[in-house]
């Protein structure tokens, strides 16, 4: 009887190890899932705007290494100019909304920073009025978008809380002959950021996690 006791109460103890061990390679797998997401956010952002765009037919370039998206700005001004043309605002109509819908996805908007709008000048001109025409372009665009009546308060909130910038003649865009290119140098960029440090440091409080286990 004292040997059946033994036997029982030792595969009890097996039993319940096994069970802890289970639970540990189940919270490890979690936490690593966590990581794989975290890590893989911005290209699968970069993947659903390149979608989007080219499902709603707009022509928009999408780099793919940092999900920025340039608008050509001979459509949206006139040389010299900073206010927006017609031509221009029907663009901002469609590429809008499209980005913020999804850049504002349940799976996404959870690690989304803000929103940076660049303007950009070709090398004619000095600086100082590249600088100045390329920062009045930029909020031109901010301006006009945030009065756009389509909106919701979700994305005006996303696009209050950005940023925007001009970069006057830096970084031009040159050809294949190393000439400039001034219809592709005259730009606006949208930019989104992640939360990147957050980001970080709940990668590191999962491995710190995995670790402790």
Same mark, same amino acid.
Do not use: C, W
């Given at each position: 009887?004292?040997?059946?006791?033994?036997?029982?109460?030792?595969?009890?103890?097996?039993?319940?190890?096994?069970?802890?061990?289970?639970?540990?390679?189940?919270?490890?797998?979690?936490?690593?899932?966590?990581?794989?997401?975290?890590?893989?956010?911005?290209?699968?952002?970069?993947?659903?705007?390149?979608?989007?765009?080219?499902?709603?037919?707009?022509?928009?370039?999408?780099?793919?290494?940092?999900?920025?998206?340039?608008?050509?700005?001979?459509?949206?001004?006139?040389?010299?100019? !900073?206010?927006?043309?017609?031509?221009?605002?029907? +663009?901002? @109509?469609?590429?809008?909304?499209?980005?913020? =819908?999804? %850049? $504002?996805?349940?799976?996404?908007?959870?690690?989304?920073?803000?929103?940076?709008?660049?303007?950009?000048?070709?090398?004619?001109?000095?600086?100082?009025?590249?600088?100045?025409?390329?920062?009045?372009?930029?909020?031109?665009?901010?301006?006009?978008?945030?009065?756009?009546?389509?909106?919701?308060?979700?994305?005006?909130?996303?696009?209050?809380?950005?940023?925007?910038?001009?970069?006057?003649?830096?970084?031009?865009?040159?050809?294949?002959?190393?000439?400039?290119?001034?219809?592709? !140098?005259?730009?606006?960029?949208?930019?989104?950021? +992640?939360? @990147?440090?957050?980001?970080?440091?709940?990668? =590191?409080? %999962? $491995?710190?996690?995995?670790?402790?286990?």
């Amino acid at each position: 009887i004292i040997l059946q006791t033994d036997l029982k109460n030792k595969e009890m103890a097996l039993q319940a190890a096994n069970e802890v061990l289970e639970n540990q390679q189940a919270a490890m797998a979690a936490q690593a899932e966590q990581i794989d997401a975290l890590i893989g956010i911005r290209p699968r952002i970069i993947t659903a705007l390149s979608s989007a765009l080219s499902s709603a037919n707009l022509s928009a370039t999408v780099d793919h290494s940092t999900g920025d998206i340039v608008l050509d700005s001979s459509v949206l001004f006139d040389t010299g100019k !900073s206010e927006i043309r017609a031509e221009g605002k029907a +663009l901002l @109509d469609r590429f809008v909304p499209v980005y913020l =819908n999804v %850049l $504002l996805r349940d799976e996404y908007s959870a690690y989304l920073g803000e929103i940076i709008i660049e303007g950009y000048t070709d090398s004619t001109g000095d600086y100082y009025n590249n600088l100045k025409l390329s920062q009045d372009r930029a909020l031109s665009v901010a301006t006009y978008i945030l009065k756009m009546p389509g909106l919701t308060t979700r994305q005006r909130d996303l696009l209050k809380s950005g940023l925007l910038t001009g970069r006057g003649a830096t970084g031009l865009i040159y050809d294949q002959y190393g000439n400039e290119d001034k219809e592709a !140098s005259r730009r606006v960029e949208f930019h989104f950021s +992640l939360k @990147d440090s957050e980001m970080i440091d709940q990668m =590191n409080r %999962l $491995l710190q996690q995995t670790e402790g286990d």
